[in-house]
């Protein structure tokens, strides 16, 4: 299974709501990978966890809340987000360790905040 | 944060043509790497070269690095319909921790004109 699972594929939610999004891999990769996207743009790192332990956060607001349940789950969470976090959000996994690799992506879960 | 540049930002070719793409980035890299994003979808990994080599090929993908230019290309021979995309260059850096993430280029958009 080479697979990176992205749920919901769509979200609408209001500025008050919390909403989280789901991303799910089986391969036995330690480290994940959540993104923003905004049209026409390139991806922007969000978070990254290995071996479940957050080891990177590029300065994410805290509406913005990362977990790592376990090695194969990632969830985001989401609370009074604002208009202009509307994006496509991407999770990504690879392998750890020292030896080169590329990483996964997830399809996205194209998100909308009115 | 980004620190690389595609160019050209866009391009369109006829069916059958050579496309090809540049990536130039400013700092030392361990490796760079190229995906390809179809419109509101998941990126998927095309190829990945080593700062050590300078050619790479994977069927109708040539890439080649000049790290003493600090920048790659991408061709794309034969080009269909289907490799109509978002191309995006990016290049792995680790932090003082070790952590590995990739700083993206801005894309490309390629458009084949069947």
């Known amino acids: 299974d080479t697979e990176v699972t992205q749920t919901p594929k769509h979200l609408v939610m209001g500025m008050t709501n919390k909403k989280s999004l789901k991303c799910e891999q089986h391969?036995?990769?330690?480290?994940m990978y959540w993104y923003k996207q905004k049209a026409k743009k390139p991806p922007e790192l969000m978070f990254v966890?290995?071996?479940?332990?957050?080891?990177i956060n590029e300065s994410v607001p805290s509406r913005f809340s990362p977990e790592c349940p376990n090695s194969s789950l990632l969830n985001l969470h989401l609370h009074a987000l604002q208009p202009e976090d509307s994006a496509l959000y991407l999770c990504?996994?690879?392998?750890?360790?020292?030896?080169?690799?590329?990483?996964?992506f997830g399809p996205g879960t194209r998100l909308t905040v009115t | 944060s980004q620190q690389g540049e595609e160019d050209p930002q866009a391009l369109s070719i006829q069916e059958g043509e050579n496309a090809t793409m540049n990536c130039s980035y400013k700092?030392?890299?361990?490796?760079l790497q190229w995906y390809r994003q179809n419109s509101g979808r998941g990126l998927v990994h095309l190829i990945l070269?080593?700062?050590n080599e300078r050619e790479k090929h994977s069927g109708r993908l040539r890439v080649t690095l000049d790290t003493s230019k600090k920048s790659s290309s991408l061709l794309i021979t034969a080009s269909r319909a289907a490799d109509t995309a978002s191309y995006f260059c990016?290049?792995?850096?680790?932090?003082?921790?070790?952590?590995?993430?990739?700083?993206w280029g801005l894309g490309t958009s390629l458009a084949v004109n069947p």
């Open positions: 990504a996994s690879r392998t750890s360790g020292s030896r080169v690799t590329e990483q996964y």
């Open positions: 391969m036995g990769h330690r480290a």
């Open positions: 966890y290995s071996y479940e332990k957050l080891s």
């Open positions: 700092t030392s890299i361990n490796n």
């Open positions: 070269i080593r700062s």
């Open positions: 990016a290049t792995e850096r680790s932090n003082a921790g070790n952590n590995r993430k990739l700083i």
